[in-house]
């Protein structure tokens, strides 16, 4: 699994590669770690590259946005595989996320 | 179906206990994301089959076939890489009584994997809601009914997000609305996770709830396997006696009586 990390003006951008599973969400969770470290006010998930997330890696995003919800900070999902997207469906977790189609869509609403 | 969708492979499968035959050379193919049960009466050999498929029982002959290896020769830790993509549901639940209920789900996580314990509380929750027991987390086994503990075992079983989950008689001993809760919720799960079950029951309401497919295990032999419509439409009468669950027919419960009062008066 590969994180790589960009920045769009005051926007974090991480897109992740790979599956995030019991073995992968520990590294994912050092990486959210870091931003959360340096308070940043607003992040974007691309999720485009990640075919399956188990529910550890369910529960690492589920924390990273009591973190930055912590500190005012705002969290939000691009890019979902349609698989990736039914296993929010079912555990209810779209409803407490901000998910979007696209990237371009949420950076234009951080804006 | 294509055949790359098998998953779990057993062939030609021969175990005996005390020149006791339980297993007489059975055939059998676990399809990816179906639920496949094993029906059959107390002591047809199910329970024994499923044990060899978890690698409880070494067979005396015969291959097993998890995700492409043969686990019947596998070196315990080669197999413990397997076992860890298993869940099992027993039939008493199997909880361990001196935990509360988080502590039951947790167990395996702390144990097998590196996650921080804030990562495992948010996973426990999200298990509990599945099986609508979120809220439970700090009451003991003992303060639980049956139903509830079965399904803080299915939570238990799902705690890894496996792959395969085996349910060992999972409505036994459960009043029928509590049976008909576990069956849904061994149904919403196969279809949400995209689980592949495997459920062994001599429970008949349960079969026809819960099944993608059938096998019928009668003296070791699997004697049918299909559909729930192939097998409710079954020509083989010892199938059509079990679903119907008649005493007379060619499964025969008693002991020939012959010799019986000789044997009396000897």
Redo the contacts between chains.
Sequence with gaps: MQITERKDNDIVIYSIKGDIDINSSPQVRESFEKLVNEKAMKIVINLAEVSYIDSSGLATLVEMLKKTRGYGGKIRLSNLAAKVRSLFEITKLEKLFDIYDTEEQVCADFK | MQEKDVIVEVKDLVKTFDGRTVLDGVNLKLRKGETTVIMGGSGCGKSTLLRHIIGSYVPDSGSITIFGKEITSLEESEFDKIRKKFGMVFQNSALFDSMNVEDNLSLALREH????E???K??VK??L??VGLRGFEKLMPSALSGGMRKRVGLARAIA??PEIIFYDEPTAGLDPIVAGVIDKLILDLGK??QITSIVVTHDMKSVFSVADRIAMLYEGKVIAEGTMEEIKHSKDPRVQQFITGSPDGPIKFFMDSGGYLEELTK
């Excluded at chain 2, 994997?113 to 921080?116: F, H, V, Y």
């Design positions: 994997t590196e996650l921080a804030d990562i495992i948010i996973m999200m298990k809601e599945l890894m997000d949400k996770l």
